[in-house]
């Protein structure tokens, strides 16, 4: 399994933007689909994006046209860049990896077998 630390979150205000990102460990990163997810209390921990190997990437409608999620290979380390933040957006964000190589990006949480801790994201009125 890899190991993923997530860091980047904390209060900001509604409009206000945050660069999440995830650092992964292990030599297979590079291959590997990366994802966020997101749980707020009392709810289901929900897709929010993911990008593929070749970094073709794809988004919950919820957050689509204002948060970017990217990757640098060489970084092992993949980002959410969140714009124009609600506070709907509160939650503790997960990054996710995909350890079978070369795959679409996915949207379900059993395609990913590795998780980070998660970090808190908490937009305020």
């Known amino acids: 399994q890899v190991q993923l630390v997530e860091s980047g979150g904390g209060l900001v205000q509604a409009g206000a933007s945050l660069r999440l990102a995830c650092t992964a460990s292990?030599?297979?990163?590079?291959?590997?689909?990366m994802g966020w997810f997101r749980q707020a209390p009392g709810k289901d921990r929900e897709f929010v994006a993911a990008i593929s190997w070749k970094s073709n990437t794809d988004y919950a409608d919820s957050v689509k046209g204002r948060f970017t999620i990217s990757r640098d290979n060489a970084k092992s380390t993949v980002y959410l860049q969140m714009n124009s933040l609600k506070p709907e957006d509160t939650a503790v964000y997960y990054c996710?990896?995909?350890?079978?190589?070369?795959?679409?990006?996915?949207?379900?949480?059993?395609?990913?077998?590795?998780w980070g801790q998660g970090t808190q994201v908490t937009v305020s009125s």
């Open positions: 292990g030599r297979t990163f590079y291959a590997s689909s």
């Open positions: 996710a990896a995909d350890s079978s190589a070369f795959k679409s990006p996915g949207r379900v949480r059993n395609e990913y077998d590795s």
